[in-house]
């Protein structure tokens, strides 16, 4: 990743930090720098009562100090402890941007309480990925979305089809592309051939067209060139991205909204793509939808059979043609 700190020289005063305006695209004040002993920074000050801002989380490795100067001045600053974790530094702070991108320039006392906000969802999210595994389930779901990821969307939209990948942060699908929406399934191909539909909303075309894209992968061994690990998966879409700093930090972003770690235990399992089948979701698909359900009925969860979906089976290279627009 590239580092927007280093050429910022430390502070020569212990009491006064080196720090510079983030780029002027972003709305708010956010400045980086370096303090003192040269550790870096990321600080945004704004007007707002004390009584307004969510309580200070703790981060491993990150220091977080809300401090008020004048009444109704808060200086929140966090900085990075060990620079091992630098790499998180900087996702984290990319995200605090983008998650305070939409106010209007200025207003860094609201800011201050959504980063705040976001902070608190960064020290659950951490502690869930450092203590809990990923189920088998999760695994391959995520292995699923990743293998379309690479093999179809990057190679034909580049670094901007991250923007595409919306499942890890609670959307109903996994990817929006244009006007359309594409839910993947995947699944071991020795399982049952039915796939899980969460909720009626799903697969509800009233939001966008719909693509489900239903996969069986195999497991293999280390040996086989066409197996992947999900570590060695991140790994070489993270090398795809390597000159693409932005695209990079929201693939990191994604991976820590999925509960993704590196951990050794991902590189047990080896697995490759036996088939993927793509059925465009219209009038008389077999599915459940919000206008079929009596009212106060909600959060229904079925199973469909892919044998009744093959009439609406269309080719990969279709797929792609209605997703992007041309052939790829």
């Known amino acids: 990743m590239l580092d927007p700190w280093k050429d910022i020289p430390a502070s020569i005063d212990p009491g006064i930090d080196n720090v510079r305006r983030v780029e002027m695209a972003y709305p708010l ?12 920074i990321f600080l945004l000050e704004g007007r707002v009562q004390a009584s307004e801002l969510p309580s200070v989380p703790k981060l491993s490795g990150i220091d977080i100090d809300a401090t008020f100067g004048s009444p109704g001045t808060c200086r929140l600053v966090l900085t990075l402890l060990d620079r ?7 996702v984290l702070c990319h995200d605090l941007l983008t998650a305070t991108s939409g106010l209007a320039r200025g207003e860094n006392g609201r800011g201050l309480v959504i980063v705040l906000d976001r902070l608190g969802r960064w020290q659950e999210l951490l502690r869930r990925r450092y203590d809990q595994l990923l189920s088998t389930h999760q695994v391959i779901g995520l292995t699923g979305e990743l293998l379309f990821l690479r093999d179809h969307l990057l190679p034909s939209l580049g670094y901007i089809a991250i923007n595409t990948w919306r499942g890890p942060f609670g959307d109903e699908q996994d990817f929006v592309i244009g006007d359309w929406i594409v839910e993947v399934k995947t699944q071991l191909s020795t399982a049952d051939q039915r796939v899980q539909v969460s909720s009626e909303a799903q697969l509800d075309t009233s939001s966008g067209n719909i693509l489900l894209l239903h996969q069986t992968i195999g497991a293999s ?10 570590n060695s998966l991140v790994d070489e879409i993270k090398r795809e991205l390597s000159s693409h700093d ?21 590189d047990v399992s080896r697995y490759m793509l036996v088939r993927r089948v793509p059925y465009v979701v219209e009038d008389g698909f077999p599915r459940i939808t919000p206008a079929m359900l009596m009212p106060g009925v909600e959060k229904v969860r079925y199973q469909i059979s892919i044998e009744a979906c093959r009439s609406f089976e269309i080719s990969m290279e279709k ?8 052939r790829t």
């Open 29 to 40: 004040d956010f400045r980086r720098g370096k303090d003192f002993r040269g550790r870096y």
């Open 84 to 90: 091992a974790d630098f790499e998180l530094f900087k």
């Open 221 to 230: 061994v280390e040996s086989n060139p066409l197996s992947a690990s999900l």
């Open 246 to 266: 932005a695209a990079l930090m929201s693939f990191e972003l994604g991976l820590a909204e999925a509960g993704y770690i590196t951990r050794p235990e991902y």
């Open 319 to 326: 797929a792609m043609e209605l997703l992007i627009g041309h």
